[in-house]
């Protein structure tokens, strides 16, 4: 029996609308998106008598490993090239809260492929804390469709991965817009977007550039876990050596949506190489670091790099703010 989806969300709806112009610089938009429903999760959160952006930051060494204990000291914030003093740093463990969205277009009517997103799917909620990190799980083809709504029983979500089935055209960009919109809502600090898809996209209004936009400057990282053949994917013995070398065409731009917000670009062809994603996603949220500053004075988009002062690390976070209209 096929499940019976609960809300759904029209694309282009009470969301904000961006339009970037060469890195982001120009932005240009009002957020509206309504909530869903639920009980937030409580977690510690920042306090301060100003109005403060936060982001949440990834890091990394020389050979890829999460570098776990560092101090606020570590870190320098250059908000439109000039430093600025961190107020606040948050580096401890906290309830983690994620959107999944699970592609269910007629693009990923493929067995492999299907079954390969659904492992993702499953290993996604068992890394999950019952009773304490929170989920949602979305279906989106044409349109965002809630198969069941943000909530602590994280085992109660997995009877509900099995009853979606592939069919319909592809509004990827516009899924995750919708999403991050829902998830920006949510209490959590340690929140994202996971998208489980094979990133072909047919019928977006959206770009990927506007919607990491839009997702970078509420600090919703974007995670995306790309479902492929064998041979496309760079980590499986039977990949092309074309695919070792670069990402598949039809996925290429997602990479970038990804890596603006804060999040990554991760492989699946197997239940292995699915299990390893699901896990790096979920070990990247409880090692983030949360760091919080005064914004600048000028109104409009704010390019951000933050960086650790010891060179060899590498730090992800989103790729900027709007100043005068939301952090």
Do not use: C
């Not at 890195?23 to 977690?43: M, R």
């Amino acid at each position: 029996m096929r499940y019976k989806f609960g809300k759904t969300f029209g694309y282009g709806k009470g969301m904000r609308r961006v339009l970037l112009a060469g890195s982001l610089v120009s932005f240009l938009s009002v957020f509206g998106g309504s909530a869903i429903a639920q009980e937030p999760v409580q977690t510690p959160t920042f306090k301060s008598g100003v109005d403060l952006v936060t982001v949440s930051a990834t890091v990394k060494d020389n050979k890829g490993r999460l570098v776990r204990n560092l101090t606020v000291k570590d870190f320098e914030v250059l908000d439109r090239g000039e430093k600025r003093a961190i107020t606040e740093f948050r580096s401890e463990k906290a309830p983690i809260s994620i959107a999944i969205l699970f592609d269910v277009s007629g693009s990923m009517d493929v067995a492999a492929r299907f079954t390969a997103a659904k492992f993702a799917a499953h290993h996604l909620l068992s890394w999950l804390e019952p009773g304490r990190d929170e989920a949602a799980l979305f279906a989106f083809d044409s349109r965002l469709r809630e198969v069941a709504p943000f909530s602590v029983d994280t085992r109660a979500l997995q009877g509900a991965l099995g009853e979606v089935d592939p069919f319909g055209a592809t509004s990827l960009n516009d899924a995750i817009a919708d999403a991050a919109a829902l998830v920006a809502q949510r209490t959590a600090q340690r929140r994202a977007v996971v998208v489980i898809t094979d990133g072909i996209d047919t019928s977006s209004r959206n770009t990927p550039a506007a919607v990491s936009a839009t997702a970078a400057a509420i600090d919703v990282p974007v995670y995306v876990i790309a479902t492929v053949m064998s041979i496309d994917d760079p980590s499986s013995e039977r990949a092309t050596p074309q695919a070792r070398a670069t990402a598949p065409s039809s996925i290429g731009t997602i990479e970038d949506l990804a890596r603006w917000t804060g999040g990554a670009l991760f492989y699946t062809s197997t239940a292995a190489s699915a299990n390893i994603a699901a896990r790096a996603v979920i070990d990247e949220l409880r090692h983030l670091y949360l760091i919080a500053f005064e914004p600048g004075r000028d109104a409009g988009w704010h390019p951000l790099e933050i960086r650790t002062r010891q060179k060899d690390m590498v730090v992800r976070a989103r790729g900027g703010y709007v100043a005068g209209g939301g952090h």
